[in-house]
């Protein structure tokens, strides 16, 4: 009766290493998967070429991709393909020469602000970029008068105003008069929402 004791005594000793074996393996694959998912969803991509500082040598790997993009561009310009190339009157192109009055986009600091919901604390959170036709230093010598005009647009909506595509184009319009108003000329053309937030 003790031989078969012994015998069963070495049997579990081995499936008990293999369960370990088995869990340590699970947890490297598991971690591994885990840490290839974040690099590829969650993790911050690395910006693609920032421009060299004034003063800077470039590096040498930007300058060989730089002449073999250069060569067919060249060859598109001389087989009649591609860009042409402008005269001093700007007619060189499709479009019959004629000049577009120069429009310049400004990008404002982003608003945060409690929206006028009497039920709930709701926020609004907007970055915008405004067209502007002509003098562009005009929004940065009024940037008071158009942060103040534009939080007091911004906060008194509510966020059944701001829900629907037709309160988004209102607000648009809206803004462009508030900062036309806030500048004194009409100076701004267009505004475009490149962050829109609602929380």
Do not use: C, W
Request: glycine letters at 10%; charged letters at 25%; hydrophobic letters at 40%.
């Amino acid at each position: 009766m003790a031989d078969p004791a012994p015998e069963e005594q070495p049997k579990k000793k081995k499936s008990g290493l293999i369960k370990y074996i088995i869990l340590v393996v699970l947890l490297l694959v598991l971690g591994g998967g885990g840490y290839f998912a974040y690099l590829t969803f969650f993790a911050a991509k690395p910006p693609a070429a920032a421009p060299p500082a004034e003063g800077a040598a470039p590096a040498e790997a930007p300058k060989a991709d730089a002449h073999a993009e250069a060569k067919p561009a060249e060859k598109k310009a001389e087989g009649g393909h591609g860009e042409a190339k402008s005269d001093a009157k700007g007619g060189g192109g499709h479009g019959g020469g004629k000049d577009k009055a120069a429009s310049n986009n400004v990008a404002l600091p982003p608003f945060v602000v409690n929206l006028a919901d009497p039920n709930a604390r709701r926020y609004l959170k907007v970055v915008l970029e405004v067209e502007v036709t002509s003098n562009p230093e005009l929004l940065e010598d009024n940037k008071a008068k158009i942060r103040d005009a534009l939080l007091m647009l911004l906060s008194s909506k509510t966020s059944q105003d701001l829900s629907t595509l037709e309160g988004k184009i209102l607000l648009r319009k809206e803004i462009v008069d508030r900062l036309n108003q806030a500048i004194g000329q009409p100076k701004v053309s267009r505004v475009y929402f490149t962050d829109f937030v609602i929380q």
